[in-house]
T-cell receptor, first 114, second 113 residues
Framework: EAGVVQSPRYKIIEKKQPVAFWCNPISGHNTLYWYLQNLGQGPELLIR????????DSQLPKDRFSAERLKGVDSTLKIQPAELGDSAVYLC????????????FGPGTRLTVL | GENVEQHPSTLSVQEGDSAVIKCTYSDSASNYFPWYKQELGKRPQLIIDIRSNVGEKKDQRIAVTLNKTAKHFSLHITETQPEDSAVYFCAASKADSWGKLQFGAGTQVVVTP
């Protein structure tokens, strides 16, 4: 089966600019996660979707970050405006359901903010 | 909330030797403990997991042990090979967290020929 797809793989922007990341989960997976991975650290959850509903966004910095999963399939994570400290890898993962423990990760988008 | 600590941060082993990575967790309600392997520039991939009703699980050269009383779990890799070189992450979640994984900081394993 095709894995989780993310684009772009790399993005370089100047601070204060907006940026968006796209994720296409494995077909049939209802649960989608966005993680932030800083260099040398483990992934940290930003937001979790059950179909089109954001059921856990407690760790999403809502002043500058937003996400959507309009039709319960693809998802977009946006940062506006980006700050230097946002430089990191943004990982998307999906699972059949939230009770399906195994999460399948995408390759990530490496963001560099200059 | 849950806090997962992972040690060591780096581990260098000779090919053929064993590698052990240890993680501790803080929330006694955690009941699912996966291990992910992340090669340089690639996605994290699940290599083995264990649930709290099991003390040990083995899959070929890798095994995971869980001590619920002490709240720690370990990854064991035997007969290490160069392709085992990667960053390994432990994680923990609990039944009522709906798949929310708390990851450790990772262990960089280098297997030298």
């Amino acid at each position: 089966e095709a894995g989780v797809v993310q684009s772009p793989r790399y993005k370089i922007i100047e601070k204060k600019q907006p940026v968006a990341f796209w994720c296409n989960p494995i077909s049939g997976h209802n649960t989608l996660y966005w993680y932030l991975q800083n260099l040398g650290q483990g992934p940290e959850l930003l937001i979790r979707y059950e179909n089109e509903e954001a059921v856990d966004d407690s760790q999403l910095p809502k002043d500058r970050f937003s996400a959507e999963r309009l039709k319960g399939v693809d998802s977009t994570l946006k940062i506006q405006p980006a700050e230097l400290g946002d430089s990191a890898v943004y990982l998307c993962a999906s699972a059949w359901t939230s009770s399906s423990n195994e999460q399948f990760f995408g390759p990530g988008t490496r963001l560099t903010v200059l | 909330g849950e806090n997962v600590e992972q040690h060591p941060s780096t581990l260098s082993v000779q090919e053929g030797d064993s590698a052990v990575i240890k993680c501790t967790y803080s929330d006694s309600a955690s009941n699912y403990f996966p291990w992910y392997k992340q090669e340089l520039g690639k996605r994290p991939q699940l290599i083995i997991d264990i649930r709290s009703n099991v003390g040990e699980k083995k899959d070929q050269r890798i095994a995971v042990t869980l001590n619920k009383t002490a709240k720690h779990f370990s990854l064991h890799i035997t007969e290490t090979q160069p392709e085992d070189s990667a960053v390994y992450f432990c994680a923990a979640s609990k039944a009522d967290s709906w798949g929310k994984l708390q990851f450790g900081a990772g262990t960089q394993v280098v297997v030298t020929p």
